[in-house]
């Protein structure tokens, strides 16, 4: 994840985003071939390593691209999909469970299918993929000056191929880093319980291995719709802090999935009502963190205000932090 946000701000976004999913096809091509309890957990663990640096390359190239008001929309857009998933997948799960085959289980199939899908997809990205303001194809040079020049209102500095250590240090005390990775932790905690347990759930209450799959749209159809109603109602930081920013909302994110799959130990089973409590209790402290997170960075907001007057534009472009840019103001 932190490597992989590095390399997109090191390398071009549109190469680091290819490479990542063509690796990562390429691994999920490999996992018929497991065919044991050790394999199977290698070939998780490098498809984790390999997935987890996308989503930073996604946040990367619309911090570049769009303004802080803008910004929200398009992150639904992209992020909606890991639910909006959910809509087609199980569908297509569904038709290859059926296909009967002497040499390989339903599956296989499923994963050699995604696999080569995901393979092709990855080729596309190199000609479909947004690469910089300064690098995309179909603008002219004036275009492209104008595209940067009118982000220079999020201060927060344009494409900067320089790793400044410093930055990702002044990143990694900050309050806000830490406030977000642990939202991050805490709600994918939650989330972790439908993910991973929902099959084994439907299964539970007798739902054989074909609907269970197919079960899973509802879920998919409200993590689509919550995405985009989240984006209106909700209507920041160097290059280098993007990439720290992001890899810390995504530490979360694999953490939430580890711990939720821990918090359902079998020593509570079959109801499992200290694990529903814990993923309860998880809930309610993300939503009581996400005001103080708020409170704070809104304070911060209005101290600069009142030493500093109101936010300029002059730096807007340069790869300043928000310590050093005190124009910076952060989007609530």
Known sequence: MYPGSLLAQRFHPKRTCSILAIVWSIIMLTTPACTSYAGIIANRFFLGVVEAGVNPVFMLVVGTWYTHSEQVLRSSIWYSFSGGSLLISPV?????????????????????????????WGIALL????????????????????????????????????IKFYQIREALFEFQFWGILVLSLLSCTGSAVVTQFASIVFNGLGFDAYTSLLLNLPTGAMAFICSFLAAHFSRNSTTVEKAVYASGTFIGYSLGNITGSLVFDQKFAPKFGQSFTGVLICFVICFFLAQVVRFVLDRENKERTRVHGPPTFEKGLDDLSDRENMSFRYAL
């Open 92 to 120: 297509i799960n569904f038709g290859l469970a059926h296909i009967h085959s002497s040499r390989l289980n339903p599956w296989q199939i499923m994963y050699l299918f995604a696999g080569g899908i995901s393979f092709l």
């Open 127 to 162: 000609w479909v993929f947004p690469d910089t303001p300064q690098r995309a194809k179909g603008f002219t040079e004036s275009e492209r000056e104008l595209i940067v020049e009118r982000t220079r209102v999020n201060n927060a500095g344009t494409e900067n191929k320089e």
